[in-house]
């Protein structure tokens, strides 16, 4: 009879850690952190197809490191649970906390249950009617969530980055002060000896969640947009693009989705209520 070999099972636990966190390391990092209009994402990556941030739901976004293929899988998890919820219920009902734990229930499974566990770490970030009432969920491969202060950084040299964001990170800070931090904390590792790097424009995927949308908040920065934030000129970018005057003068619909944050008010039933899903969108 064939001898049986025994492992310990911490043994097993530790070796599946360390490989989860070395795929992860070898990754681009990303970032999150909230500013006075919403919550900001920031990654590198060098691709303008396979997007490492993407929309969940109205007021919901998602931000992953690690193996594409299988934070995709979840991405797209996450996405049809919301849409099942908001349809069943109420779109109001779907929230970051519900979908945090979700991913985390889900990860944990994994991590425990199969031979190999996902190589990813996520971000699922809510923006709320309120500065205060901003979330921002870290989900780890093994299933652990945590909810962070305000900003995040993961992937890569996740810990230097997070301590550029901790020296300099303000709740009240704009929209370009956020943009020009972000790309600090990210470019201060892996340059060569210890030095910053110079990241440019077309090597970043930027994205927000912009509190002062109705309906569906999350917002891509790129082109234009993307450079004169960078270049510090970013006093109107967090607006929609100006549309042209209705014929009767009146206001567009571009300029009542412009109203400020005090004016924000929550998804409401009706012509303001969303009819397209995140799933539709899968090339955001």
Known sequence: MAMQFYTNIDQIMRDRSELARKGISRGRSAVALTYTGGVLFVAENLSSSLHKISEIYDRIGFAAVGRYNEFENLRRAGVRMAD?????????????????????????????????????????????????????????????????????????????????????????????????????????????????????????????????????????????????LLNGNGGGAAAPSPSKPSGNGGESGDDKAAEGTENAKPPAKGPDKPTSSAGSADLE
Request: proline letters at 2%.
């Open 84 to 228: 099942l919820n908001g349809l069943s219920y109420d779109r109001r009902d779907v929230t970051g906390l519900a979908l945090a734990n979700a991913y985390a229930q889900t990860l944990g499974a994994i991590f425990s249950d199969q031979q190999k566990p996902f190589e990813v770490e996520i971000c699922v970030a809510e923006v709320g009617l309120t500065p205060a009432d901003d979330q921002i969920y870290r989900l780890a491969y093994d299933g652990s969530v945590n909810d962070e202060p305000g900003f995040m950084a993961m992937g890569g040299q996740a810990e230097a980055i997070a301590n550029v964001l901790k020296g300099a990170h303000q709740s009240d800070m704009s929209l370009a002060d956020a943009v020009k931090l972000a790309v600090r904390a990210l470019s201060s590792v892996g340059g060569d000896g210890g030095a910053a790097r110079t990241i440019a424009a077309n090597q970043l995927e930027v994205a927000i969640l912009d509190r002062a949308r109705r309906g569906r908040t999350f917002r891509r920065l790129t082109g234009t947009v993307l450079t004169d």
